[in-house]
């Protein structure tokens, strides 16, 4: 089971002044903010953009590695964890676009815009197709932090 939750660390500038995030898993990611709570609430939206690009470009995603103490728990957007969870399906399969395309009966353009972070997909497009390669999402909640 793939859990859509990265680690994140928030330290202060050297100046002293703001904080800043950045992910041992992603070393692109970086952001921050003028105070931990602004910095925090850009770390989504920066995790979302890094793992985008990797999506883009097809490099690999790693893994979360897990949690440590001192590190916050930043999960993948609710729009963006459908896409990140059939792109690494793909990728686990070794399948290219085309030949996704074939086992759904779909043109290659469909499969494309399913993994694009910027189109809105419906999810049950992409639960259709994460089935036709013996995955499923799982939703689950709990408690804030």
Excluded: W
């Amino acid at each position: 089971m793939f859990i859509a939750t990265y680690p994140a660390s928030v330290l202060p500038e050297e100046n002293g002044q703001g904080f800043y995030v950045q992910f041992p898993d992603l070393p692109e990611a970086l952001t921050s903010g003028d105070v931990q709570e602004d910095a925090l609430a850009q770390a989504a939206d920066c995790l979302a953009e890094a793992l985008a690009g990797r999506i883009r470009r097809g490099d690999s995603i790693p893994a979360p590695s897990r949690v440590k103490r001192g590190q916050h728990a930043i999960g993948v957007p609710l729009y963006l964890a459908p896409k990140l969870a059939l792109f690494l399906a793909m990728r686990e399969h070794g399948l290219r676009n085309t030949e996704l395309a074939a086992r759904l009966g779909v043109s290659e353009t469909v499969v494309r815009r399913m993994l694009d972070p910027r189109h809105n997909t419906k999810p049950e497009r992409i639960q259709a197709a994460l089935t036709a390669l013996g995955k499923r999402i799982v939703v689950s909640f709990e408690d804030a932090a």
